[in-house]
């Protein structure tokens, strides 16, 4: 498929197929990315395929052959499937040139904030919202040992953010549909950006003004969770 066919795709399926629910920030990050390049170009560049993660369906033999490693998210184009929601942002800012980097040393610096993101950011924001959220009785020193692993790796980003609009400079890049991933899930981290991270929160208002920036929630299917699940 050709990048002009990608922007501009015929009736019918969209190119893009996005594995994916609601409470899964790492899937956000790759929807987020899809959805406002479809809206700033008046493609329909994507459709979710629910994953019922909540009921045990990334456990199941089916779902391992789509994903070997369990998770979402999971990007199907051209008979393809790709997982992990780093390589697939990188494959879309090529496959669709937008959010990518311009240069070599800009492409460290995505690099250095998408590797920040996934090992001392998400990682541990993540872990520590699922078990403050959906976990059945979690251990209260692991629950927090994890908060002031976030509060560290948040105060990184806010002061880089003191003197840098977007987190490779001066323009949303990958690295930020990265960050992004779980900080709009603020109340169910319990966290306040503005009065305690304002640097986060003004680039959060940033991530909130691209066309067609939609709430996790509100952008992928599976909430609110039915009772009984989580």
């Known amino acids: 498929m050709s990048l002009q066919q990608e922007r501009n795709p015929e009736a019918g399926a969209p190119p893009y197929r996005l594995y994916c629910f609601a409470q899964s920030g790492n899937a956000y990050k790759v929807a987020l990315m899809l959805e406002t390049l479809g809206v700033q170009r008046g493609a329909r560049l994507w459709e979710p395929r629910f994953v019922d993660f909540f009921n045990g369906e990334t ?40 959010h990518g980097p311009r240069d070599d040393a800009e492409r460290a610096e995505i690099l250095r904030w998408l590797l920040f993101d996934n090992h001392k950011f998400t990682s541990y924001m993540a872990t520590y919202r699922f078990l403050r959220n959906f976990a059945r009785e979690p251990d209260p020193v692991i629950v927090q040992y994890l908060r002031g692993r976030c509060e560290a790796a948040w105060r990184v980003l806010d002061a880089h953010l003191q003197s840098h609009r977007f987190a490779a400079g001066d323009r949303c890049t990958i690295a930020d549909f990265s960050l992004a991933g779980y900080v709009f899930y603020e109340d169910e981290i319990g966290v306040d950006w503005q009065a305690d991270y304002p640097h986060i929160h003004a680039w959060m208002q940033r991530i909130r003004e691209l066309p067609g920036w939609q709430h996790p929630y509100t952008l992928m299917p599976g909430h609110p969770l039915p009772a009984g699940d989580g």
Request: aromatic residues 4%; hydrophobic residues 40%.
């Open 59 to 98: 456990r199941t033999p089916a779902y391992r052959t789509i994903n070997v490693m369990g998770e979402v998210p999971v990007l199907e184009f051209d008979g393809q499937r790709l997982s992990q929601s780093g390589a697939i942002l990188d494959l879309l800012a090529r496959r669709l040139d937008a």
